[in-house]
Nanobody, 121 residues
Framework: QVQLVESGGGLVQAGGSLRLSCAASEGTLSDYLVGWYRQAPGREREFVAIISWTGGTLYYADSVKGRFTVSRENAKNTVSLQMNSLKPEDTAVYYC??????????????WGEGTLVTVSS
């Protein structure tokens, strides 16, 4: 079991950057695949990025490819999402999720509570 806490959200202008962090307050994050997902107002939660156990395999949604970078530091029990060239359509609550077999469509066993990212135009 793992408990996840996201941080780093906030208000930023279009074209700016933010770095989100997902920390495990309990459990060992390196035991799991970790993904970032987001939910915009009035929309369903959608996949953003996934990172494998050692960070050797990365997978991104087309909408963020080339702008977002996911990474992990297993020694610190954290996963980060560096977001550059932000657009107003990136505005959403961002969640990290962990699981043994997660993917774009599901499989997350543990969710954080989310952190709000607002991109102004």
């Amino acid at each position: 079991q793992v408990q996840l806490v996201e941080s780093g959200g906030g208000l930023v202008q279009a074209g700016g950057s933010l770095r989100l962090s997902c920390a495990a307050s309990e459990g060992t994050l390196s035991d799991y695949l970790v993904g970032w997902y987001r939910q915009a107002p009035g929309r369903e939660r959608e996949f953003v990025a996934i990172i494998s156990w050692t960070g050797g395999t990365l997978y991104y949604a087309d909408s963020v490819k080339g702008r977002f970078t996911v990474s992990r530091e297993n020694a610190k029990n954290t996963v980060s999402l560096q977001m550059n060239s932000l657009k107003p359509e990136d505005t959403a609550v961002y969640y990290c999720g962990a699981g043994r077999f997660i993917g774009p469509k599901g499989g997350v066993e543990y969710w954080g509570e989310g952190t709000l990212v607002t991109v102004s135009s």
